[in-house]
Nanobody
């Protein structure tokens, strides 16, 4: 089982990026998929979760209304569309997967079983 996050880059404030989380070894629609970020010197923060059961979406208050999580079952990719980016969104972004039944809080690291490597997002003028 492997996850790979991609799509990071450098943008100006107010810009947009779309991150992708691709899986190998399992189908993403069999798992709850989360996006996290970690800025230098800060703890890893849960941003969003796409639930496997009914395709529900959950967001942290810090990104609600600006970020959108979605899933392409055919491509086996989960996306994180990020709009109106701010300098404080600068971080390394990670995706994670939980392929067990839901138990606990989606925004905690221990909820997930698998992690991808991060992709850097830099928001700066």
């Amino acid at each position: 089982v492997q996850l790979q996050a991609s799509g990071g880059g450098s943008v100006q404030p107010g810009g947009s990026l779309r991150l992708s989380c691709a899986a190998s070894g399992f189908a993403l629609d069999s798992a709850h998929i989360g996006w996290f970020r970690q800025a230098p010197g800060k703890v890893r923060e849960g941003l969003s979760c796409f639930t496997r059961n009914n395709g529900g979406t959950l967001y942290a208050d810090s990104v609600k209304g600006r970020f959108t999580i979605s899933r392409d079952k055919a491509k086996n990719i989960v996306y994180l569309e990020m709009n109106n980016l701010k300098p404080e969104d600068t971080a390394v972004y990670f995706c994670a997967a939980r392929n067990r039944a839901w138990s606990g809080d989606w925004y905690t690291l221990g909820f997930y079983d698998y992690w991808g490597q991060g992709t850097q997002v830099t928001v700066s003028s």
